[in-house]
């Protein structure tokens, strides 16, 4: 059973655009929203997190919407470079079992020069 | 400082042998979790283990055991390998046992044959 559904599958995007890569939760006690990126042969990084009382958060270039009423939760690359070439996976947890993240199935991007 | 190491980095098994992976955590990290990842697939969450106890366990089935030591390194063995159990397993370690933010190794790509 999939508790986190990503889309879309892959992205193509021209250096200097937005790069946006959706998510939807079915559990409501998901209450820790982490951002991965990976790339080819090395684990998954987290690249930024948010909780469900806050709407929007952003570091640098990069940041996740949030709509709790909707269970749906979005991540937003401005100015994509070709080094945001990459498999981003959105995830889930609960604070009581915190290391036990639940993954999306993967966005790969990739950022044409 | 060290990330969490992983060894070892690539493995080629026949079915039905045995496999000990290995996972060093992060200096200080005390929380050491397990996740497979299939080509093209998210991570799955196998075991975490906190102070040596497991704290968590996801769907897989009874030939995965894990195991932490009181350096609070750890061990992930599979028994009786499946084609199926080809896969990168990563290691995470994390500060506490509560700890949302998870630090993934690189993986330890196993290929069954």
């Known amino acids: 059973q999939q508790q986190v559904k990503q889309s879309p599958q892959s992205l193509i995007v021209q250096k200097g655009g937005i790069s946006i890569i959706n998510c939807a939760y079915e559990n409501t006690a998901f209450d820790y929203f982490p951002w991965y990126q990976q790339f080819p042969g090395k684990g998954p990084a987290l690249l930024i997190a948010i909780r469900p009382d806050v709407s929007e958060k952003k570091e640098g270039r990069f940041t996740i919407s949030f709509n709790k009423s909707a269970k749906q939760f979005s991540l937003h690359i401005m100015d994509s470079q070709p080094g945001d070439s990459a498999t981003y996976f959105c995830a889930a947890s609960t604070y009581s079992s915190a290391s036990k993240i639940i993954f999306g199935s993967g966005t790969r991007l990739s950022i044409r020069p | 400082d060290a990330g969490v190491t992983q060894s070892p980095t690539h493995l080629i098994k026949t079915r039905g042998q045995q496999v000990t992976l290995r996972c060093s955590p992060i200096?200080?990290?005390?929380?050491v979790s397990w996740y497979q990842q299939v080509l093209g697939q998210g991570p799955q969450f196998i075991f975490q283990?906190?102070?040596?106890?497991?704290?968590g366990r996801g769907n897989f089935p009874d030939r995965f055991s894990a195991r932490q030591f009181p350096n609070y390194s750890s061990e992930l063995n599979v028994n009786a390998l499946l084609l199926g159990d080809s896969a990168l397993y990563l290691c995470a370690s994390s500060l506490q046992f509560l700890n949302t933010e998870a630090f993934f190794g690189q993986g330890t790509r196993l290929t069954v044959v």
């Open positions: 200096s200080g990290h005390k929380s």
């Open positions: 283990y906190y102070e040596k106890e497991e704290r």
